[in-house]
């Protein structure tokens, strides 16, 4: 007898920073339980607020090089001293039960996982202009000028790697944005009554 196809591909979500992605993510886990959100591990130590399976799996330099080892991460990278990964089992584990499974990573970490995920479907989070977006990052007020403009020089290198995505999701509005999102992940065919309410949003 064949085994039945899990009833949701696997997605692999990346955009610029400032461009909205998190926001997305969070109203998409909150109106469909189906999704599942990948946690990555991280060599870093936890900062205030965030908690052990939830924010991060907290693992140490010898953990890490284990995992790489083993093959046991989907795609890893350095930030800022640190490294941060995607394990794979919770990931195929969750596609096999019938969950969404929704990987939340950067432009590089999609073009890693997609070998281990030959199934998965990609997503580029995009801002309605460049300009809103240079505004969006101006709003944050969390970094200075030359910082924005690292991050505006690292979109423009996300940004023109599109042709490489499945879908190019352009992020003008939430509502709008999330119940296209919704659409290409086929959540609307097991969660009738929940894409109804977020189609009419």
Known sequence: ??????PYRPTLLA????????????????DHPPVWLSVSVTTRAPRAGEREGEHYYFVSDAEFDDLVATGALLE????NSARY????????A????????LLEIDLAGVRQARRGLPDARTVLVVPPSREELARRLARRGTENPEAQARRLALAEAE?????????????DRVERALAELVDFMGLCAHQVATCGRTAAE
């Open 1 to 6: 007898m064949a085994t039945p196809t899990p």
């Open 15 to 30: 955009g610029p920073s400032g461009v909205g992605k998190s926001t997305l993510v969070r109203r998409l886990l909150a």
């Open 76 to 79: 890893w990278a350095v930030y």
């Open 85 to 92: 990964g995607t394990p794979a089992g919770p990931v195929r």
């Open 94 to 101: 969750a596609v096999a039960a019938g969950r969404a499974a």
């Open 159 to 171: 940004l023109a790697a599109a042709p490489e995505f499945d879908k190019v999701l352009v992020n």
